[in-house]
């Protein structure tokens, strides 16, 4: 059984940092695009970062770019999503997803396999 859990949610002032871990059991993702979505209450989930099968292609949603990284350990089986610079309209629940596939995409419905989530909250 795939299993995607999610843990590093939580409570942090603007200008703070949070690291979301995802540890992926059941098989292997090592050969696997995934990334990170979240959904804040009454608005769509959407895509913030993602990372190619082998590591070597990332992308992010422009309103993140250069305060969040997105990085995985295949050793382990596990995806990270580094979010420094954190700003109000960055509170949502975060949800790890992968692919079958090492190609990259951005759609949530390109997603094969997701986790329960993580909220994180920034305070002004």
């Known amino acids: 059984q795939v299993q995607l859990v999610e843990s590093g949610g939580g409570l942090v002032q603007a200008g703070g940092s949070l690291r979301l871990s995802c540890a992926a059991s059941?098989?292997?993702?090592?050969?696997?695009?995934m990334g990170w979505f979240r959904q804040a209450p009454g608005k769509v989930r959407e895509f913030v970062a993602g990372?190619?099968?082998?590591?070597?292609?990332?992308n992010y949603r422009s309103s993140v770019k250069g305060r969040f990284t997105i990085s995985r350990n295949n050793a382990n089986n596990t995806l990270y999503l580094q979010m420094n610079s954190l700003k109000p309209e960055d509170t949502a629940e975060y949800y790890c997803?992968?692919?079958?596939?090492?190609?990259?995409?951005?759609?949530?419905?390109?997603?094969?396999?997701w986790g329960q989530g993580t909220q994180v909250t920034v305070s002004s």
């Open positions: 997803a992968a692919r079958r596939h090492f190609v990259l995409l951005y759609n949530q419905v390109d997603y094969d396999y």
């Open positions: 059941g098989r292997t993702f090592s050969n696997n695009a």
């Open positions: 990372i190619s099968g082998s590591g070597g292609f990332t």
